[in-house]
């Protein structure tokens, strides 16, 4: 039987792409993290462009792998090309709503959108929302994480670090 | 990427290729000495803090071997893993041992030694990239946005032990003022281009020498005058210049360790 070929759309595409996760961070897309740059689509070819949230970050040959094979299995794509570029640099605010919010599910308190003037900032609580929290490791389980610790509540949360072109 | 060569001159590519080198293998064995300290830094949160900081370096590195593998230099793993130390234009400060012993036996490393050394270090570092922000070679302004990003967390947090150590314990301050001297000795060849000079400066890749120089002390004056210290000298004439391929023993054992595993099968998938 022969099948005539469907058309690939980007709205596609970005679909699937909501179902490739952050493999750190199983709750939260790579789209939501604002890792997609952009989808562009001839014909039945598929490229996509992905900016990594920093450099060191070993999951990065993870995620262009399942971004590869969530792409390939749409039956109506044909060749997949994944691109990894710097520029323009990936920054926390890139993070979509429904991010913040799935990163809250996952424990983690969202990076904030504002800084203080000294270039600190404030989080507060992943779990009760608390604001007296305090900084107990600026560096955390991975590269865009840091860990706190709510007095509140008594739990230690983790929070994703904001990053930004002004620092 | 893969026609970064299109429209470049030879003279302009060599230029870049010698400065990739300098910044790269700089990158390559501060994070392989910063990563010794796994398991070893004074306590668990440190332990995190660093090896997180040598993981982001390690990342900047294999940034800057990537855009030498665009200009069609090698891949990036062999030039990382395989050249010879007289070929490596690190500077001689990051390739030192980070004390006496071997970090698989008995190792007495000087803890004092390695947050002056950092704290130096990414300061220098800060400068430079800096400066690439503007450079006239446009892969290297993309990468140089993205590490200073990063390296906002590495300063602040090199700053702070920096700052408690020297306002701490009598014990502590004599500790950090010994490593002050022994990480300045080795200061020389850091914002030296060595015999690319000309080259670099003129293809405006960066900045001049003198100008980083003054970049750094600015950054660190600050600092050191609440801690009521002088801002250390800069040597004239560097006793090695790494950036002419000029090394102490240090950097060979940090070879052959680094890259043992690579060299038993440069063609293996890690
Ligand atoms: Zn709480």
Known sequence: ?167 | MSNVENGMSKAYKNAVTALLFQLADDELLYAFRASEWLGLAPHIEEDVASSSIAQDSMGHAVMYYKLLEDLGVGSEDDLAHLRPANERKNSILTERVNGEGYYMETPQYDWAYHVVRSYFYTQAKKAKVDSLCQSSYEPLVEAAMKIRMELYYHRLHWETWFKQLLSSTDVAKEKMQQAIELVMEDFGDMFSFGKDKQAIEENNLLCQEEALKASWKASIAPVFAKLQIEVPEIPETPHLNGRNGEHTKDLESALATLSEVYRIDPAAGW
């Open chain 1, 1 to 167: 039987m022969v099948m005539a070929a469907k058309e690939v759309t980007t709205e596609r595409v970005y679909e699937v792409l909501m179902t490739v996760m952050d493999p750190e961070i199983d709750s939260v897309s790579i789209v939501d993290l604002g890792m997609v740059e952009s989808v562009t689509v001839e014909g039945n070819d598929v490229k996509v462009v992905l900016l990594p949230t920093f450099l060191g970050c070993p999951a990065l040959e993870f995620i262009e792998n399942n971004t590869r094979d969530a792409v390939q299995s749409l039956p109506e794509v044909n060749k997949v090309e994944v691109e990894v570029v710097f520029s323009p640099p990936w920054t926390s605010d890139r993070i979509t709503e429904q991010g913040h919010v799935n990163l809250r599910k996952f424990g983690i308190a969202p990076p904030p959108r504002h800084f203080e003037e000294d270039g600190s900032w404030h989080v507060d609580c992943a779990y009760c929302g608390s604001t007296y929290v305090s900084m107990e490791n600026i560096f955390g389980p991975t590269a865009c994480r840091s860990i706190l610790y709510c007095k509140s509540c008594k739990n230690v949360f983790e929070a994703m670090k904001p990053v930004s072109t002004l620092m």
